[in-house]
């Protein structure tokens, strides 16, 4: 018998580990999730419908939710600027807050968002769920808890098995007693993940829920009307989804509530205005005026988001709101744009407005495709600050070139707030062809092969701006990652430099460049190789360089690239061989890592430097031998090894009387359960339930 730290475990001889045994609730609050995808996350720009508008929809809605046998999918598509994420935002805010008469509540949230990091992604998107369901039904975060014991590292499986360990088997073993409520889970903008599969994927797991299970859990879903997503809909079954979409509802309906927010929203304007006026002069009591309200609402109809640009537009206190709505009326007039388009117009025309000359234009544009192409294309919202520092532009251009464009980007008044734009159509329209051969259109793919020149700049400048060895000032060569905080952390790798680690890659992707030899990603790897990995062992992200890696190899060149391709490949080897050590002690990758590298490496050759202080090195391997890496933790004789049926992962057991589970891919520890005896034989059987010994 051997006593565990959160409870008693059997294990003597032809007995049965039962991980569900064991009592690990703090497991659940390890399971990582996506926090700034949640509806009220800090930061996030959503507001509710106005309480006059959206009444017969949210009512609709509402009828679904409370409806015991309702659908399983509320699914409300609409084309860009609609209104959709404020409607998804509106329902979440109304069940959770309890608002509806019946038995119907918020179980979770997930708004996605292009260009947000993992908000971007639905790697996580199974784990934020259920750790939200976890907190409103405990029954059911009984079994989840057991699911997570039995495959700590579910978080990074396929889709469809963290749908099936994580929500479909857990709902499968709820009791009838939770029937009386149903939950309701509310996803916004599921079109903007940045894999279209995995779109499709969620979509068809969430469709498997069984009559009987999505008695608990529904969903309440809005997508663009995307041929992927509309095919995805098009195999379920015709009673798993309703479907509402949101641009085909009766045109007086919108109109009035279009009609609504205007006149709302501009006799704010008029009212805020007035307490100050810009040239003393007020604004009339009725302005802007019926006809003009009537104009823009026409103006406006279907896109609630051509009337909330139209209002922010005309708020900017830097210029009269008289004269901000005409230029909306005048550009409306010309007609050569979309809608959004001509909406979006005078916003960019102002970026010259006071320019005197073209030489002036030409650069205050070349400016503009810099620094507002940065923010459509970076991988995670960056402050003024950070922008300034990767573009290398005074934060003062970045500052100047923003003011104009309060509209459609939100910009905070702290120099560190992240930066966003408001619409992702704003975007999409300066990537379009219709504006092609506009100065303000900005070519993406471009925008990526510069974001990624900046980003390897700004690394290989000198310490204490870009990188270089020992960049926390650790005390010894020795002194473990853990030992330093977060805070000291943050103080000596800026947001810029912690951004370039992360996501130069992701540029040079996204660039669609070559790698040949003595190219510039070629330079950098040979210069500062090392301090890279030194800087993302700092920030946890170590066990990232090797899919990092697998990234840049997929951009090889055909010809003309011998010399990286064996760089890459030798950088993979030593990264699979010295994680350990690296995550555990930064400095150990100048050190340890490579003193014990085969002498023949190439990261050995070109980036290692021997530590003064040792004199004396051990003889080491020629070359690479067939091991591709170690698995260290065990501190006594390693008695039993297994591999779970996938490959993914193996257990191993050991006479420190621990059992340690591995990610068979990183060797990255994922799992230790202590305090166990006597372990000489360890399984996974078939049905995944048990670890056997």
Known sequence: MGSHRYGPIQANDNSRLHLGDVNHYGDREQLKYVPGALFNAYGLDYKACHPETRRELLEEIESWAEHPTGHRIFWLNGMAGTGK?????????????????????????????????????????????????????????AHIDQAIIMDPDICSKALDEQFDKLLNEPLSKLSGSLTLTTYIVVVDAIDECQNEDDVWTLLQLWSRLSRYRHRYIRLFLTTRPELAIQLGFSRMPTDAHRNVVLHEISSPTITRDISIFLADTLSQTRDAYNFMPLSGIPLPEDWPGATVLQQLTQMAVPLFIIAATICRFVQDRDFEPQEQLQAILQSRRIGQFSDLGQTYLPILERITSSSINKATQHLIYQEFRLIVGALITIAEPLSRCGLAVILQLPQATVTLRLRLLHSVIKVPQQAEGPVRLLHL?????????????????????????????????????????????????????????????????????????????????????????????????????????????????????????????????????????????????????????????????????????????????????????????????????????????????????????????????????????????????????????????????????????????
């Open 425 to 693: 159509s704003f975007g999409e329209f300066l990537g379009s062809e219709e504006i092609r051969n506009q100065p303000f259109w900005i070519d993406r793919v471009a925008t990526h092969a510069v974001l990624l020149t900046k980003c390897l700049d700004l690394l290989s400048q000198p310490t204490p701006i870009g990188l270089g060895e020992n960049m926390c000032q650790l005390s010894y060569p020795g002194q473990p990652r853990t030992a330093l905080s977060q805070t000291v952390i943050h103080s000596r790798l800026s947001p810029a430099i912690r951004y370039a680690c992360r996501y130069w890659t992701y540029h040079a992707q996204q660039s669609a460049i070559k790698l040949c030899d003595n190219g510039e990603v070629h330079h950098f790897l040979q210069t500062h190789f090392l301090h890279w990995l030194e800087s993302l062992s700092l920030l946890g992200c170590l066990s990232d360089v090797i899919r990092d890696i697998g990234t840049l190899q997929s951009l090889l060149a055909i010809e003309g690239q011998r010399r990286v391709s064996a760089f890459l490949e030798d950088a993979r080897r030593f990264v699979l061989a010295k994680r350990y050590i690296g995550d555990l002690a930064p400095l150990q990758l100048y050190g340890s890592a490579i003193i014990f590298t085969p002498q023949t490496s190439i990261v050995r050759q070109i980036c290692g430097k021997i530590p003064k202080w040792i004199l004396r090195t051990p003889i080491t391997l020629e070359t690479w031998s067939a091991e591709l890496q170690k698995l260290e933790g065990h501190t006594g004789r390693v008695n039993a090894v297994v591999f779970s049926l996938d490959g993914s992962h193996l257990a191993s057991a050991s006479d420190d009387m621990t059992i340690r589970l591995w990610n068979a891919k990183t060797g990255q520890e994922v799992r230790v359960i202590e305090d166990i005896p006597n372990v000489y034989e360890i399984a996974f059987p078939d049905n995944g339930q048990y670890l056997l010994n």
């Open 85 to 141: 994420s404020t409607i998804a935002y509106t329902v979440a805010k109304r069940l959770n807050e309890a608002r509806s008469s019946g038995h119907a509540k918020l179980g979770a949230s997930f708004f996605f968002k292009r260009g947000e990091g993992d908000r971007a992604s639905a790697a996580l998107f199974f784990p934020t769920i259920v750790r939200q369901l976890c907190q409103k039904m405990p029954d059911l975060a």
